[in-house]
């Protein structure tokens, strides 16, 4: 089992920088896939980038591609979300998300161990 931590958000302003991250229990950290997700009012929940668990395969969704990069450091445990040139549209709460498989999964439901969420707002 794992518990993930994640960092506080922010209010930024559009076009602005914003770095999540998610901090994860126990020794086994790299035989887990992670992936981000997010959840704006009103809407369903959304996958925004997943990560293999060596590190070595990314996947960002088609809306934040060039502009947001998942990474993570196995040593430290940790999950990152590096967000740049931000837009109001991307205004939700942000969950990062473990899977014990090598390879990242864009559907919630294969995520057994989720966040808390943490609040990121985006102002025009």
């Known amino acids: 089992q794992v518990q993930l931590v994640e960092s506080e958000g922010g209010l930024v302003q559009a076009g602005g920088s914003l770095r999540l991250s998610c901090v994860a229990s126990?020794?086994?950290?790299?035989?887990?896939?992670m992936g981000w997700f997010r959840q704006a009012p009103g809407k369903e929940r959304e996958f925004v980038a997943g990560?293999?668990?060596?590190?070595?395969?990314?996947y960002h969704a088609d809306s934040v591609k060039g502009r947001f990069a998942i990474s993570r450091d196995n040593a430290k445990n940790t999950l990152y979300l590096q967000m740049s040139s931000l837009k109001p549209e991307d205004t939700a709460v942000y969950y990062c998300?473990?899977?014990?498989?090598?390879?990242?999964?864009?559907?919630?439901?294969?995520?057994?161990?989720w966040g808390q969420g943490t609040q990121v707002t985006v102002s025009s």
């Open positions: 998300a473990a899977r014990r498989y090598a390879l990242y999964s864009t559907r919630s439901y294969e995520y057994a161990y």
């Open positions: 990560i293999s668990g060596s590190g070595g395969t990314t």
């Open positions: 126990g020794r086994t950290f790299s035989s887990y896939a």
